[in-house]
């Protein structure tokens, strides 16, 4: 606010203009979520007590109703129906939303908070893999949810899955199919995705005694399809071959797909194979993939209107949320009567 | 221009500050492609000139360096690595790049051009199917290069590729083997790339005398794998079959794939395939899919550089490129040793 503003009170206004405080209170800090009508009354009503509305005239014809949407990477077609969820919530409420694929670090910090500051944002999504501190100062710039990916005990708010138990659920059912040696291939560490559905891995082999050999665990540092092919071919050319793939990741379910034919091997007989978030790619190849359904749709939608919240409203209480997500049983696990 | 600035002679300013006047018109002109320091020169040569520098001050703090890129869809990953181009092109010249996936048509003209005020976009890049009039209107309005698809003749500048003769070469390539009754499916027909495509197929068809036969052309209404599923297994289970499918897409193509195996006909053996676009899953579908490669990056690339050519001079020629693809073989024409 301008120094000139200070002497304002609010309750006089409410009395002028008949209009709550908490309304008067974020037209005065030019927030989106007033009525064009109720703004006028505002403004009116602080004229005839005297106040200086010209700050605020000028903002009247530049709300801002911009939300941004970070993710790491359009190649990922993860994202795509996280975006159309976030998408819909945000038509839904009068907001526009742009997409943005830039990482958020150290280094980009400026130029990214000035690309927010000039485009006028009202919020931010994000879907990247970004440090702690770098989050804070985010949060304090402009309202932040995270969405999918997230740090907990942050105090901004998260929509995501619970990693842990969504990928032990997933190797359970390898095991219950009578799999003995489960192979994991696993995307960047650094994300905390990939530490988490690694931990699940782990306890479903030690729940079932199974034995754990960082051998057949296939470590990668990015979502790539060819990277995934050789690692996954030269353990089928190993000695004490794997009978299992759980992969993080539907690319490198294909991947797994593609390295049985090369070594000869059928599936889902000789190896079956599990993927993770039914991506269109998971259904699209021969055999199907049986995958870790993510409720995409639903996570981009419940973070745009967790933001929109906070957009409105500067003091809410952080909530939180953990969704649900499934086993799809396709054909990489189950021979069906027709492929 | 304002009134006030009518005055100037460019060539006394680049006298006094040793800078180009090629430069010195962009400071004018408020091109965001200039240097702060060079800006700050120019204005102090000119207001010790006596030239009125108000506006030119006030817009030296909110250079509009945004190129906003507008596709049809995030779902359809043939956009994926067109704008990893754009962006770089956008970053070498120090613009930010946001991504929309809004239709651009009279019932949203308003709030798109809307949303290009409020984020104070300098320009636009779009790879959506938008009506001729439209078109002019937003050219009007921002600087504007259309990318892919494209109306010619507009004066509006456009990277392409020619896809008359790349579907004329696929389905020559198919005819080369042998194909004597090759289907085809086809995209939304209102895209200009589905109607060049068409006629490609069909002049091949006829320079090679073959019947162009209405029953085996597909034409789905949007890029669905499960629509096209359903049509080609109908299509393989007609008492005529066709040998052989040419996708305007690699999803198409995919669905071919998938409709092959549940007919029981082997790939490429009893059906080969060919598909559009060389997107990721063509590589990573079993068999793996040959299939037409557009320049994708390039495509983006160049797009993008047009674009800023575009933003920094009011007046340069409109210069249209059309780019080459090629035909990229693999196992749904070719029986491989490994597959």
Redesign the interface.
């Known amino acids: 606010m301008a120094g000139s503003q200070k002497k304002i009170t609010y309750s006089a206004i409410a009395e002028r203009s008949g209009i709550s405080i908490a309304t008067i209170s974020r037209v005065i800090n030019n927030s989106s979520n007033v009525k064009d009508d109720t703004r006028k009354k505002v403004i009116e009503a602080m004229k005839s007590l005297g106040y200086d509305t010209s700050t605020l005239e000028a903002n009247t014809s530049?709300t801002?109703?911009?939300i941004?949407f970070n993710i790491p990477?359009?190649?990922n077609?993860f994202?795509?129906?996280i975006?159309?969820g976030a998408?819909a919530a945000a038509q839904r409420n009068g907001y526009?939303m742009?997409?943005?694929?830039d990482p958020i670090d150290d280094r980009s910090f400026d130029?990214f908070t000035a690309?927010l500051k000039?485009?006028?944002a009202a919020g931010l999504i994000t879907t990247n893999c970004i440090a702690r501190s770098t989050l804070l100062r985010l949060n304090a710039i402009l309202p932040l949810v995270q969405c999918c990916e997230c740090i907990d005990g942050l105090n901004i708010p998260f929509v995501t899955i619970d990693d842990v138990s969504a990928a032990r659920n997933a190797v359970e059912y390898l095991i219950s199919l009578g799999k003995k040696r489960i192979a994991f291939i696993n995307g960047p560490i650094e994300y905390k995705y990939s530490q988490d559905r690694l931990k699940g891995y782990l306890q479903a082999l030690e729940q079932a005694k199974l034995e754990k050999d960082p051998d057949i665990i296939i470590q990668l540092q990015e979502i790539d399809?060819d990277m995934a092919v050789s690692a996954a071919t030269q353990l089928l050319n190993s000695a004490q071959r794997p009978d299992a793939f759980f992969a993080s990741s539907d690319?490198y379910a294909?991947?797994a797909?593609?390295a049985s034919?090369?070594a000869s091997l059928r599936v889902p007989e000789d190896i079956a194979i599990v993927g993770f978030d039914n991506i269109?790619?998971s259904?699209?190849?021969?055999p199907s993939i049986t995958t870790v359904n993510q409720p995409k749709f639903q996570l981009g939608l419940l973070s745009c209107e967790m933001l929109i919240k906070r957009i409105n409203a500067e003091q809410i209480p952080i909530q939180s949320m953990y969704m649900d997500t499934e086993l799809i049983v396709r054909e990489t696990t189950q021979k069906s009567l027709?492929?």
Chains 1, 2 share one sequence.
């Open positions: 530049k801002n109703d911009l941004i990477s359009l190649d077609p994202y795509s129906l975006i159309q998408k526009n742009l997409i943005n694929e130029s690309l000039k485009t006028n399809y690319v294909a991947a797909i593609k034919r090369r269109g790619l259904s699209l190849c021969t027709r492929s």
